[in-house]
């Protein structure tokens, strides 16, 4: 067998990301056929050498992936040293070591993805990958044509450029005050979207991922979880450009979108398409 690098290893057994196994490494608490490793870059020879971490055996374990509806009120971590509820409370019967794909925060709800691939989960969090993530946003008051073009296009925020997104305009709810789009983003920078529609002086009220990398929600009821079928997991490889090998299942379905007929689009170089906004009543 091939060469491995260290931390690698440790991220395909399903231990932590391999960011977090670097971080292990350099703690001191790797050892390699009984020696400590602290410097990274070491290779090992995964059918020969053994692995400890805080002195137990790791190996690689079979690789699993999960789309999870995480609901709001849970922090996305592994662990909460302040006690408060986190999605693993609800992946309780994996019995396999899985860990986030990325981050919601403590009030967005909707699409998380779980494994213990430590290869993929990394590719899809890469910011080269630009993997697509849908929200539905729903945001108090009405929000002008002009901003969702800006937003569209990109804006600056504090930390940098954002890229150009795509945005569906589902128009203003006159009953509740609010107003709904739904908006592509593929960067996944902290708070992004909430952040997105603040420097407009907007406040989201409610947030949903309704998508990521092409997947939906479809059929996952909320704080449920089910395996990915091997169609996703297929799809999900293939934006990575990761080689796939034999996959558990078959296809996905669609998510089913509101109708199309009162909407307006936003991006693609800024263009403005669709019909009249909403001005009253409820949703499309
Ligand atoms: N953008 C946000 O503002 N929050 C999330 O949880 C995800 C994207």
């Known amino acids: 067998m091939e060469q491995e690098r260290l931390q690698k290893y440790i991220s395909r057994c399903g231990y932590a990301s391999r960011r977090k196994a670097e971080e292990l490494i350099v703690a001191g608490k790797v050892q390699v056929n009984g020696r400590q490793v602290t410097e990274l870059g070491v290779k090992i020879n995964p059918a020969v050498d053994r692995v400890k971490i805080d002195g137990q055996r790791i190996e690689p374990e079979a690789l699993e992936y999960y789309i999870f509806n995480k609901p709001k009120g849970s922090i996305t971590s592994v662990g909460d040293p302040q006690g408060r509820a986190t999605v693993m409370d609800y992946l309780k019967d994996i019995k396999n070591r899985v860990y986030p794909v990325g981050r919601l925060d403590y009030n967005t709800e909707g699409l998380l993805l779980f494994t213990n691939d430590g290869t993929l989960a990394q590719a899809l969090m890469h910011p080269s990958q630009g993997v697509t993530k849908t929200?539905?946003?729903?945001?108090?008051?009405r929000v002008l044509d002009e901003h969702l073009e800006a937003l569209s296009a990109g804006i600056t925020l504090e930390d940098g450029?954002?890229?150009?997104?795509e945005i569906v305009d589902y128009g203003f709810d006159s009953?509740?005050?609010t107003t709904l789009v739904e908006i592509t983003i593929h960067e996944g920078r902290n708070r992004q979207v909430r952040r997105m529609f603040e420097h407009f002086k907007y406040s989201v009220y409610n947030l949903k991922r309704i998508a990521y990398g092409g997947l939906t929600l479809a059929g996952v009821k909320r704080g449920a979880y089910r395996k990915l079928t091997g169609e996703e997991l297929r799809q999900l490889?293939?934006?990575?450009?990761?080689?796939?090998g034999k996959g558990p299942g078959d296809g996905a379905k669609g998510r089913k979108m509101p109708a199309k007929d009162n909407k307006k689009?936003?991006?693609r170089n800024g263009a403005v398409r669709g019909a009249k906004r909403r001005s009253g009543g409820g949703r499309p």
Request: glycine share 8%; charged share 25%.
């Open 237 to 244: 490889k293939a934006l990575c450009k990761l080689p796939f």
């Open 161 to 165: 450029p954002t890229s150009p997104a």
């Open 175 to 177: 009953k509740t005050n």
């Open 135 to 141: 929200y539905e946003v729903k945001i108090k008051g």
């Open 265 to 267: 689009q936003f991006g």
